[in-house]
């Protein structure tokens, strides 16, 4: 995601975990939820809850929360997915099998229509409810079967080629699961999913209270030294 | 992540952000970096850069930029990536084949030591560089060989039991990919790996023009409205 966007990218990083939650209330059976306690439950404040949710017009809290199944149908269309979308998956490792496997996404309406991979021993075999087509035959394919989105699942080396490749043939939106960031024009959008950074934050939170023992341990001491020197 | 931490979510969140960043520009030979041209890359502001590596503490910027290498290393230091940690994967499916074959996790330190799966069929197979383990040994390896992560890699309807067994084996810190929340006591620290997240924010990208150009429309309606009323 490096586009120029209407509202910042934190809020649009924040949106779809508004509709995760609002999904999981919605399913509990919760009618109704302030902002204070979608706050609590998402761990943001309240003000922050109101202001996400204004960027995109006004949405009515009438005194006494939000009606939940409403601001989850909302959230859904500020997010797309009251539409579906035709799909084609580069890559038929495995992610790109955890991905053509994985029934969440059909819900969403992203349907995958066909998997390519360039290794000839995969080509033909299934994949999900797929038959692999070879690579070679990808620019055919999207001449005849137009795409909204190309998901990207090949090894680093392969990405931009691939990316270059689905873009000259009209798609213009691109879900990236190689472990590289993909050059492309403006009019293309892109999303990376980066594996690694839940690690990250993982191993982060792992070692957090260590972290802060030190810093504050080494503040002490500056205090100390500076006391000394007063 | 939804335990108490010293800094916000939003910070920590982007964290493994600036590590990836900083990774990039010294393996293209970049020295020096002002929070400025940092921020540009990174569509962050100067400011919000300078206030996030001070949440850790003072890291000199010396009025002609931060030293790229250093801060490189002080940002994995944050993220305890100077450590090795042991692994053990649950589930052999699309998913743990994934994670077990990727080469990225071990250059982080992460080292898988086994995995685990419950389907017979599966075991004694390859899943990457291992051999699949009857998950019905789990907890007696894991009583000799204490592993510091569970990544959890099985169907959302099996995700609940397999981290009580781990945290019970003594594990605290669970990496869940399966699409659903895991409850565990505050002692326990996770991060969740939400898929569906960037495809919704794919999808957002995709209708963002459409969506504003409708919230403008609407705006202007309800402006002529109220000038006609006055």
């Known amino acids: 995601m490096a586009c120029q966007t209407r509202v910042s990218e934190a809020v649009i990083r924040r949106l779809p975990v508004y509709y995760r939650h609002l999904q999981e209330l919605e399913q509990m059976g919760v009618e109704r939820?302030?902002?204070?306690?979608?706050?609590?439950?998402?761990?943001?404040t309240?003000?922050?809850?109101?202001q996400d949710i204004n960027c995109f017009g006004g949405f009515g809290q009438q005194g006494y929360g939000y009606h939940v199944p409403s601001l989850r149908r909302h959230m859904a269309s500020i997010l797309g997915l009251e539409k579906t979308y035709s799909a084609v998956l580069i890559g038929a490792g495995n992610i790109g099998r955890a991905v053509s496997n994985y029934k969440g996404f059909e819900q969403d309406g992203i349907l995958i229509r066909a998997v390519f991979d360039k290794d000839p021993d995969l080509v033909g075999l299934n994949c999900g409810p797929f038959i692999i087509k070879p690579y070679d035959e990808?620019?055919?394919?999207?001449?005849?079967?137009p795409m909204d989105i190309g998901i990207i699942a090949v090894p680093a080396e392969a990405a931009q080629s691939v990316a270059d490749r689905i873009i000259e043939c009209g798609i213009s939106a691109i879900w990236n699961f190689a472990?590289?960031?993909?050059q492309h024009p403006d009019?293309?959008?892109?999303?990376?999913v980066h594996l690694t950074d839940?690690?990250?934050i993982l191993t982060y939170l792992m070692n957090e209270e260590a972290l802060f023992n030190e810093i504050d341990a080494r503040a002490k001491v500056a205090q100390i030294d500076a006391e000394s020197e007063e």
Not at 36 to 43: A, F, P, Y
Not at 46 to 50: E, F, G, L, M, N
């Open 46 to 50: 309240a003000s922050q809850i109101r």
């Open 179 to 182: 472990p590289v960031d993909i």
């Open 33 to 44: 939820i302030s902002s204070r306690e979608l706050g609590d439950k998402m761990h943001y």
């Open 198 to 200: 839940s690690l990250h």
């Open 187 to 192: 009019s293309v959008v892109s999303t990376h």
């Open 138 to 145: 990808l620019d055919e394919y999207l001449e005849q079967n």
